[in-house]
């Protein structure tokens, strides 16, 4: 297990390496080269940038000192909040996005286990279909769909719940963390039927029942461990999926979250805070997937020798 | 279909297996409406793209506006029509290209083997774990928010998946004797692949082309959504959607409509490919 776990190690180091410094040069070889120009940004912020890109290098000693920065976890200051780091606006949204993130993981994985097992208990009736249906209309309705309609039926017409800001009110987390949970609700649903189904007609199930044992017992001690294996599996391009979907849920709800700075970045041409973004979430999105693959190999010892478990 | 003598008859089953699920060919149906709609738009469309009336404002559906008006006055079925052009035309676009970059890197990944292949599918590996969606973004950032880059950014995210199926079919199908024969008869690699290996694994791309649309739909309507994809004064679904949002108070239906044609579309495509890999991949069907 520490062998597997120091290979898939050193396997993330390439991809983290490749993220940023595609990233780097993307960025600071942009058409117009916005570092350079004299543009309206404020003096205090130009002199922060010159000292911390060391402008007056050349590019290549520019990028290794960059990632010497980064690497003690200084992303250098934002283009357009002037006094502000990068890493500071990063600390100010990563435990709202967390936050948020859980709730909608702990939604998704509630709802869609459940569903997913009882679906594939009796393939074929009412007791799959109904569920099963539900998920379709999950994945078919993405967020950006799903949020408006609940904002307007649940918040306007109904006025049940708050429908912006991120505890200001009671109640104001319940509609993001559902609108952010359902679609990956709807995904492991799917996910856990079909590995539960084929969990189920391996033969020591047939043992087991021949054994006379109780079915709740096959299901819950025999059958749920391997047949989590997929939404395991998928746990890690989830993890990657909530960060992209807080992009839309925190504009929508108004939260400030990391996704809505992202967004707000994009639109201000915030060239640094959208470097030091993309790099963080890039690191994010290996460590999960990283993580992923772990519990995957830890739960079924064959991944372990054989190739890395994919999505 | 030339190519083995059993192939027609596997064709007529599958499109058998096909018909019979009610479901698929809903989705099938519903699906060459709206493509014969998008292509006919210009001739079809109950007012043109550019007219508006700022006296009439936003009104509900009507008569004269089956689904309404926006606050410009505009047709909103006309916008929709325009705007099902340009999401559809990414849609089959960007999947274009990912199925071309994906079947050609599969299938020389999978039939070469060995070292080439163990180099292609770790390239694969490295670029399945980077944030593809947030390298995306920044692109728009930088070289602006184009079209023609859209679907290629899209495209180039996509083919991952395609690849990494046509590989594993082709290392299958590379096993058979009757490929075997091929090479032992000497025919040219390039024949061999076009003529042997393609033939057996277009039924499996057909499947995740039907599948990958939806998801390069979703992918531009998430980007003009958020106002990084398509620009006004085109249309899209997203950017549609989008609009809607910011006067969902006051005019639903300006949600409502763009929304039910997005959804639609993705469930037509989803229960089509979902019935295409059951008619066309059996084995797969218990997934």
Redesign the interface.
């Known amino acids: 297990m520490p062998a597997f776990i120091l290979k898939r190690l050193l396997?993330?180091l390439?991809?983290l390496l490749?993220?940023i410094t595609?990233?780097f040069f993307?960025?600071r070889l942009?058409?117009g080269d916005p570092f350079s120009q004299e543009r309206a940004l404020p003096v205090e912020v130009m002199k922060g940038l010159r000292t911390y890109y060391k402008l007056d290098q050349p590019l290549v000693t520019q990028y290794i000192e960059y990632l010497k920065n980064i690497a003690q976890g200084d992303f250098g200051p934002s283009f357009k909040y002037s006094g502000r780091t990068v890493t500071e606006i990063i600390g100010a949204g990563l435990p709202v996005t967390f936050e948020l993130g859980a709730y909608a993981l702990l939604i998704a994985l509630l709802v869609g286990i459940s569903s997913g097992v009882i679906a594939s208990l009796r393939p074929n009736t009412w007791q799959d279909y109904v569920p099963m249906s539900l998920a379709?209309i999950g994945?078919?309705?993405?967020s950006?769909?799903l949020g408006?309609?609940l904002?307007?039926i649940v918040g306007?017409w109904l006025e049940w719940l708050p429908v912006s800001g991120w505890g200001y009110i009671p109640g104001d987390k319940i509609l993001p963390s559902v609108t952010m949970g359902f679609v990956y609700a709807a995904y492991i649903s799917r996910l856990a039927r079909?590995g539960m189904?084929?969990i189920l007609s391996q033969d020591f199930i047939r043992t087991a029942r021949a054994k006379g044992v109780s079915e709740s017992m096959i299901v819950l001690r025999h059958a749920l461990r391997g047949g989590m294996q997929p939404v395991i599996s998928f746990m890690g391009p989830a993890l990657?999926g909530l960060?992209?979907g807080s992009?839309?849920v925190e504009?929508?709800f108004q939260i400030p979250g990391l996704g809505r700075y992202?967004?707000q970045a994009?639109?201000n041409?915030d060239y640094t805070l959208?470097l030091g973004?993309?790099i963080f979430?890039?690191v994010l999105?290996?460590v999960f997937?990283l993580l992923a693959d772990i519990v995957a190999a830890w739960m079924n010892p064959r991944l372990r020798s054989g190739k890395?478990a994919?999505? | 279909m030339d190519n083995a003598r059993s192939s027609p008859s596997l064709w007529k089953d599958a499109w058998r297996r096909l018909s019979r699920n009610r479901l698929a060919m809903l989705g099938l149906c519903v699906l060459t409406v709206m493509v014969s709609l998008a292509l006919l738009t210009p001739w079809i469309a109950p007012y043109s793209y550019s007219a508006q009336d700022l006296d009439l404002g936003a009104t509900p559906p009507s008569g004269a506006h089956w689904l309404g008006t926006d606050a410009f006055g505009r047709d909103l079925l006309t916008l929709i029509l325009y705007g099902s052009r340009v999401s559809l035309a990414v849609g089959f676009l960007a999947t274009a290209v990912a199925l071309t970059i994906g079947v050609l890197w599969g299938t020389v990944s999978g039939y070469a083997g060995g070292r080439t292949d163990a180099v292609m599918m770790r390239t694969v590996d490295i670029l399945y774990a980077l944030p593809f969606t947030i390298f995306i973004i920044l692109l728009m950032v930088i070289f602006g928010r184009n079209m023609f880059l859209l679907f290629m950014a899209i495209g180039a995210v996509e083919w991952l998946t395609m690849a990494r199926i046509v590989r594993g079919q082709v290392l299958g199908i590379r096993r058979q004797e009757y490929i075997e024969a091929a090479i032992v008869m000497g025919l040219p690699r390039s024949r061999i692949m076009y003529r042997h290996v393609l033939p057996n694994v277009l039924g499996v791309i057909i499947i995740y082309t039907t599948l990958t649309i939806p998801n390069v739909i979703l992918l531009e309507s998430f980007l003009s959504f958020l106002g990084l994809g398509i620009q006004p004064p085109q249309s899209s679904w997203g950017l549609l959607i989008s609009y809607g949002v910011e006067t969902m108070e006051e005019y639903p239906w300006l949600l409502f409509f763009p929304a039910a044609t997005l959804s639609l579309t993705l469930f037509s495509l989803n229960f089509l490919g979902d019935g295409l890999r059951d008619a066309l991949d059996p084995r797969a069907a218990t997934d």
């Not at chain 1, 994945?139 to 993405?142: K, Y």
Request: with cysteine; net charge neutral; hydrophobic share 60%.
């Open positions: 396997q993330a390439p991809v490749i993220v595609a990233s993307m960025v942009a058409p379709m994945i078919c309705l993405p950006y769909v408006p309609l904002v307007l306007i079909g189904l084929e990657a960060l992209g992009f839309v504009t929508i992202y967004v994009a639109f041409r959208i973004m993309t979430f890039a999105i290996v997937n890395s994919g999505g």
